[in-house]
């Protein structure tokens, strides 16, 4: 089977802004994201200076701020998230091209290092194909441990997975169209036949 494939960043690409640190907010509120990011700030400072990997700061914020909390309320607080507090973050725009894809009946898939939790539900009603994210570990009690399962979807960690998938899927794509807006999306818009990067806007959290 031959079909066009379109590959989409998430963040600061669909939406105006990093939807990571909003639905920290709205899971633990301005109190319990504070004493988080204090906690992690060495890590965060680290990724900002590039002394770091992104996933470790990454990391570090996750185990303080959902470390410990049950899945299934996690995965509550995803499906709100996803339908009270994306929409107001899209970029009208980038969702229109989306619309044009879908329109001409492409495979739409969803590639972000945000977290499944909130991506997942959200990119199901929005029509997309699939999603290839990163997720939460699981301890024995089924609460988050605050480590991802697997690696960051950043980076070359797109380009691994999105192979893969195709590889597994048994489709034969003539031609793969990319978004993303940032250097993190480099190694995905290198690999498309068609990439592009688009403008970042600045948005107040």
């Not at 990093?18 to 504070?34: K, Q």
């Not at 697997?150 to 998938?165: Q, W």
């Amino acid at each position: 089977m031959t079909r066009k494939l379109a590959l989409f960043d998430f963040d600061s690409t669909l939406t105006r802004h990093d939807s990571l640190i909003p639905f920290l907010r709205a899971v633990r509120g301005y109190w319990g994201l504070g004493w988080g990011m204090t906690k992690s700030l060495p890590w965060l400072a680290g990724y900002a200076l590039k002394c770091i990997p992104n996933d470790t700061a990454k990391q570090r914020l996750l185990r303080y701020t959902l470390g410990g909390l049950p899945l299934d309320g996690l995965r509550a607080a995803g499906c709100a998230f996803a339908h009270d507090n994306i929409p107001t973050m899209l970029r009208a725009d980038m969702m229109a091209r989306l619309h044009a894809h879908q329109a001409r009946g492409e495979d739409c898939i969803l590639l972000s290092a945000s977290l499944d939790l909130y991506l997942v539900p959200w990119a199901r009603a929005e029509g997309f194909h699939d999603v290839l994210c990163s997720s939460l570990e699981e301890d024995q009690k089924h609460r988050a441990t605050g480590q991802l399962k697997g690696n960051n979807c950043y980076g070359t960690e797109k380009v691994r997975r999105i192979k893969e998938y195709i590889a597994n899927s048994g489709r034969h794509y003539q031609s793969i169209t990319a978004y993303g807006d940032s250097s993190g999306d480099l190694p995905l818009l290198k690999f498309a036949d068609h990439g592009y990067m688009v403008q970042r806007t600045i948005d107040l959290l």
